[in-house]
């Protein structure tokens, strides 16, 4: 149970995320980290089980890291994207599924790109896009708000007021929310703030 969210502008991409991690009905936990960084340009967030979350995105971002030392140079956004849709389809073809969403938000010389990458392994590419049990709420926010031409710090407050909006109605969403936009220099900034 969370919320997460991406927004894609012609500035870079913004991603947010509540910091609640519940088991069942129970708040476990109230500063969780929701987004991962796989290096200066892209990012990763997560909803589903965390372990299986944490585990695909740490295989992910190792198996980049491989990739692009034997190339001499670093993979895309897109070839990132499908790295972890990869990891997904693979555990699923094996009976033991990775129950996780990810959001893959980065930027790369061919602009900024979101993807999602759901259970199955399947890939999408978004403007805009959301996980987790605040999601149909947070998709209400983004569909009435997003527009061509936003501004990254536009991209910024919409993601935000996307995951305040689900922290308002999901109760598996809440404890303050995280941002992290990504600049089309490769620059990311994190702000973190409590409710």
């Known amino acids: 149970m969370t919320t997460i969210v991406a927004v894609k502008s012609g500035e870079g991409v913004a ?38 979350a944490e585990y695909v995105i740490k295989l992910a971002k190792a198996e980049r890291k491989l ?31 990775f129950f996780a969403d990810l959001l893959v938000a980065g930027v790369d ?7 999602a990458a759901d259970i199955s392994g399947s890939l ?20 009435g708000g997003y527009k061509e031409g936003i501004s990254l710090d536009e991209a910024k407050q919409l993601a935000e007021k996307a995951v305040r909006a689900a922290m308002e109605r999901d109760p598996g969403s809440g404890n303050g929310v995280v941002t992290v936009t990504i600049s089309l220099n490769g620059s990311a900034t994190v702000s973190k703030e409590a409710n």
């Open 109 to 115: 010389p061919q602009g900024a790109h979101i993807y």
């Open 15 to 52: 991603l947010a995320s509540d910091r609640r991690a519940s088991k069942g009905f129970f708040v476990g936990s109230k500063d969780v980290q929701k987004i991962y960084p796989l290096d200066d340009s892209i990012s990763v967030a997560m909803s589903g089980l965390m372990s299986d």
């Open 67 to 97: 990739i692009g030392l034997r190339r001499n140079f670093p993979l895309s956004v897109k070839e990132t994207a499908k790295l972890i849709s990869n990891i997904a389809y693979s555990g699923m073809r094996s009976y033991q599924p």
């Open 124 to 143: 999408t590419t978004e403007n805009f896009a959301s996980s987790g049990s605040g999601s149909p709420l947070a998709y209400g926010v983004l569909e």
